[in-house]
């Protein structure tokens, strides 16, 4: 037997032939696989902060001691780091609970206009803190969805905050939402027109573009950069940051598409991209309706 394949042999007494059964042990492996991996990413991500700020207490302690008047600024550093850590934290406790926990598929008929709305609502403080306008254009009325509503929620605020964080300031970041893609590209193309940019789906699923069955929408535009053609792909990877290479200053853990990737894969939904630099970018999520 090697790593992928286990063999169970079994001969009865006195047969002429033995039996040979195969088990494919590649899913096990990758499993293991997938949970050490996120294991050693995220300690090492871990590290990072941790060592800026036992670097700045050996710091005051040692060569800063008595340079009191630094270290107001060391204090801010490092009130910066524990707060990175404590969001990392956050994140990876919620993409380990969706990850690797046995998921109950969702089963609670829900408001999808009621979650785009609350989620909206709960990030304006942050657009309103970085000048940024949030704008919000969708159907009237209720849009039926199974899901689980935290979990969409949490979508659409990570989305949201990504819009609103590489969105300068004076910006626009608009939302659309609706029961029919048409609805949502045809309101999408009047805002912007520019949709000529390039484009990826990141979860193909149930209930793709063009397909008949009847969908909720979202899409939410930005103002930001745009992302460069061969990051897109990789969108959704854990720890994946397509900015770090730019020398981007906008902080973030790289786990906010991981989760939503996978929150969208339990509801059976599906996630693009589209985006063109120097103009800005637009998420698009869909999920399929509840059936009454
Ligand atoms: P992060 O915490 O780094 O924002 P995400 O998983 O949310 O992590 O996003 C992964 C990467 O994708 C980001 O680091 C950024 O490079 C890119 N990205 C995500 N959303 C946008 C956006 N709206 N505009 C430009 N780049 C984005």
Sequence with gaps: PDETWRAHVSRPTGAEQTLVVLEDLTPVHRAARARSDFLANASHELRTPLTALSGFIET?????????????????????????????????????????????????????????????????PIASERSVTLELVGAEGALPVIAHRDEIMQVVENLLTNALKYTPAGGKVTVFYGNTPSMVEARAKAGHGWREGERMTLLPAAGRPGKPDPSVWLRIEDQGPGIEREHLPRLGERFYRADQSRGGKITGTGLGLAIVKHIMAHHRGGLAVETRLGKGSAFGIWLPAARI
Excluded: C, N, Y
């Excluded at 107001?72 to 934290?89: N, Q, T, V, W, Y």
């Excluded at 406790?93 to 690797?100: G, N, Q, T």
């Excluded at 109950?104 to 009621?114: G, R």
């Design 60 to 124: 005051m302690r040692g060569p800063a001691k008595d340079d009191t008047g630094s270290w107001p600024r060391f204090l801010d550093i490092m009130a910066g780091e524990s707060e990175r850590m404590s969001r990392l934290i956050a994140d990876l406790l919620s993409l380990s609970r969706i990850e690797f926990s046995e998921h109950i598929s969702p089963s609670e008929h829900e408001d999808f206009t009621k979650i785009v709305l609350d989620a909206t609502e709960a990030l304006q």
